[in-house]
Structures are given as C-alpha cells and as structure tokens.
C-alpha cells in the first residue's frame, strides 16, 4: 500500500503521472532534489532544483499560475525537442488556460529550465514550456443543498481563494454562493479601494479569488466594520492572521497545527454542512432557553398578580409560602427540564439571524407573558375572593393552588412553539414534556388530597 504526503495538488499529479505509466520513482532517482522554494500566496509558484549526475547539470522544474508564470516562458518542450514558442502558441496557451478556469478547473503551467549553479531557484525568466495543468476538487454531495440552507437563513457565505478567478466563479455559482446580481472580486482590486468602498462592496461581491493573508484580513476586519458576526475557516498559516481576528475561528482538522492553535473549534470533519448543523443546533438551544423563560415568568407573574390582589383587598394572602414554592419547584420545575429539550421547529432555519444585542425577553415574549400571567392571575384571583367568601380560606387558597398548578401544566403545550399554533403542532414530538407533565401533575394530586 502506498501513502502519499504532500499538498493535495502533489498528490494528485503523482496519481496522474503513475496511471499514466510514467515511473515517478526512476524520475526520482534520476532527478535528484537538492533544493526548493515552496508555493507562497504572493509568489503563486512553486519551484525545485534538482541535479542530473549523468548529463552533469542542473534543472530547475517550476509549477505555478498561468498569468505569473506564462509571460516568462520563451520556449517549449515537445516531441522531445525544445523548440520556440510563438505568439501563436502562447496565445493558444492563455486561451486554453482561461477555457478550463471557466470550467471550474485549478490551472497550473509546468515548466523547466537549465540553470549554472544552486543559487538561481529564484530565477524564473526564459522558461520552457511543458504541459498545463487542470485539476478540479470534486464537489462534496449535498453542498448546494446546505449553502441554499444558509442563505435562507439568512446566513451570507464567502468563498476567499488563491484560485484564479473564473475557476472560483464557475464552482461558486455550481454550488449557490454567487446569485443573482453578486459578483466576484480578485484580490489585486481590494488593493485599489480604501476602506468604505470595501465596505459598501461586500453587499454584492462573494467571491474573493487571487487573496493574500493581508485580503483575507481586510476582509474579515470590513466584515465586522459592517455589523457582521464573522465565522471564518481555514486550514492553512497563512489563514491564521483571519482566523484570529474572527468572531468564530474554525480550523478544518487536516488543517495545519497553526491554524488549529489558534482557532476557537476544530472541524473533525472537513465538511461546511457540520457548521450549518451547528448554527441549526445554536437556533434551537436559544429557542428553548426562550420558552423556558416564557413557562416560568408567566407562572411566576400569575402568582403575583394573585398576592397583590390580596393586598389591596386585604384579604389574607391567596397562597402560602409552601405553595407557591410547590408550584416553582416541583410543578413548574419539573416540566421546564422538559420543555428545555424540545425538538427543533420546522421553520427555525427559515429565520433571520438575531441580533447578539437583542434581549432574551424579545417583545413577543414580554406580550405573551402579560397576556397569559394576566389572564391566569384574574381567574386565580376571582376564584380566591368566591371561595373565599363562600366557603372558608383553605378551600379558597386551595383552589387557586390548583388553578395556577394545573393552568401551567395545560399551557406548557402551548409555548412549545411561539410561531406554530398548539394545533398545528405534532403531540408526540417530546415524549419527555409529555412523561414530566404526568409526574407534575400526580406530584399535584398528592400534594391537595394526600
């Protein structure tokens, strides 16, 4: 079994040139390496000296970006023969290049030359051409489907890339990222424009191709500027800078060790439906703290309604101290766990992100609260003052701490959605909810008759 290191691209041009019967191990032998200048963002080319002891010379083999290094090469390898290249040919070039960028292809020019001595790995004029280049990162399944998601959830994603600029366009519209009237920007322009128009850009533009660390960071840092919460991924060094000025850093686990040092979460798999699983999961843990809220402020509130009417009638009070805890913690106590654990709403990723400034208590809930603690309070309250002028004090305090007890058990069912009407909604989804409004409920029987 062979085990392949490298880059991606490394990997993927061994297999190319194993299947095609080239044996890479000789050629290994042969050209033996004794020098190389790695792949940088800003250089776009990678490049390695290799000597030949049996032709007593040096070759330096360079791969990297059409348009860097296509304007250096000055001849060509073919048939074995190393021949002038005209413009013809380097028009041919440029033009097939750009054909297969459209496509969505990653392009890359191979080419060599013969240099003198050890120190010229820099050197990269009077090249000779061999062969373009085009590979293509399959599509993982389900992508579009979880980038629709996002965007109907209001959630905007960018796609930064070194990549040229029509590869990433053509996969990015592929996938769903660029819609209709959004463009894609290359990273020399940002270059040109000063922060407000940077700003002003990011309402339209979704791709970002050609980006250095520097872009990537201007990027984030205008994101913010805009009132964003930014989540960034990376994987690589050169995404640490970003990653680290983001709200949410996420390293992708075949990422480097830098990149994962600095990131707030690690992604144990390198998929982007795992982050929009998490923005989902995010959505209905807030939802439920959000009706947990509602359940027991609108529980406590009737019980105050209920002991200030006492007091302005001066009546005794409708409760005593041991009811009203029996009703926070056993009846109301019990249930809230339930209730906390509630499934996720069909439409949860139907709605726009919530403002991070924005109160618990939204204003739908605050009504909702005065509505219910209201009307169970009145009722309470009216009850109280029967009983208690028909019949004597226990039968009336014990009437209302059934009222509030049982009323809680009956509404529970309903603030289990705050936008789908209780009818609307599946009985069965928490069988937990279900379980503990039975347990509350026979808790309350015992506690009246036992």
């Known amino acids: 079994k062979i085990i392949l290191h490298g880059t991606p691209t490394d990997r993927a041009l061994f297999r190319v040139a194993s299947q095609t019967g080239i044996d890479v191990y000789q050629l290994h032998k042969k050209y033996k390496r004794i020098d190389s200048a790695p792949f940088t963002s800003e250089k776009k080319f990678m490049a390695t000296l290799h000597s030949v002891p049996t032709e007593n010379k040096l070759e330096l083999f360079i791969k990297g970006a059409p348009e860097i290094l296509l304007p250096r090469i000055t001849n060509a390898f073919k048939n074995g023969e190393i021949i002038a290249l005209s413009k013809e040919d380097n028009k041919w070039i440029e033009n097939t290049a750009i054909s297969l960028t459209k496509r969505g292809f990653r392009v890359l020019i191979g080419a060599f030359k013969e240099v003198k001595n050890s120190n010229t790995i820099g050197e990269i ?35 930064l890339t070194g990549d040229h600029k029509f590869t990433a366009e053509a996969i990015a519209r592929e996938v769903g990222i660029i819609g209709k009237n959004e463009t894609a920007l290359e990273g020399k322009e940002l270059d040109t424009m000063n922060p407000d128009e940077i700003r002003a850009i990011l309402k339209t533009a ?72 998490s923005i989902q999961e995010g959505r209905v843990i807030l939802d439920n703290i959000r009706k947990v809220i509602l359940f027991l402020l609108s529980d406590s509130f009737s019980e105050i309604i209920v002991i200030i009417f006492s007091l302005i009638f001066k009546l005794p009070l409708a409760l005593t101290v041991a009811q009203i805890l029996w009703i926070n913690i056993i009846t109301d106590g019990i249930t809230s766990f339930a ?67 049982v009323d809680s058990l009956v509404y529970i069912f309903a603030v289990r959605s705050i936008s789908t009407s209780f009818f609307r909604q599946k009985f069965f989804s928490n069988p937990w909810l279900i379980a503990t409004v039975a347990i509350a409920f026979a808790f309350q029987i015992a506690a009246m008759y036992i």
Do not use: C
């Not at 051409?129 to 980038?147: H, S």
């Not at 872009?215 to 970003?242: C, F, Q, S, W, Y």
């Not at 028909?390 to 009336?396: K, P, S």
């Open 125 to 159: 004029e009077n090249l000779i051409f061999v062969g373009l280049y085009g590979l293509r990162d399959p599509i993982r399944a389900g992508v579009k489907e979880t980038l629709s998601l996002t965007r109907r959830a209001g959630v905007t994603t960018l796609m």
């Open 206 to 277: 979704r791709v970002f191709a050609r980006v250095s660390p520097e872009h990537k960071l201007l990027l984030v840092r205008a994101l913010k500027e805009n009132g964003e919460i930014v989540a960034m991924t990376g994987d690589g060094v050169n995404d640490a800078p970003a990653l680290l000025r983001a709200d949410i850093g996420i390293a992708l686990g075949s990422g480097t060790d830098v990149a994962k040092g600095i990131a707030d979460i690690i992604l144990l798999k390198d998929d982007v439906s795992v982050i929009v699983h």
């Open 339 to 405: 209730l906390a654990v509630e499934p996720k709403e069909k439409n949860i990723m139907d709605e726009k992100p919530k403002n991070p400034a924005e109160s618990l208590l939204s204003q739908e809930i605050v009504v909702l609260i005065g509505v219910i603690s209201g009307v169970a309070g009145i009722f309470a309250s009216v009850y109280f003052y029967w009983f208690y002028h028909t019949v004597n004090l226990e039968m009336a305090r014990t009437v209302v701490f059934a009222t509030l007890a």
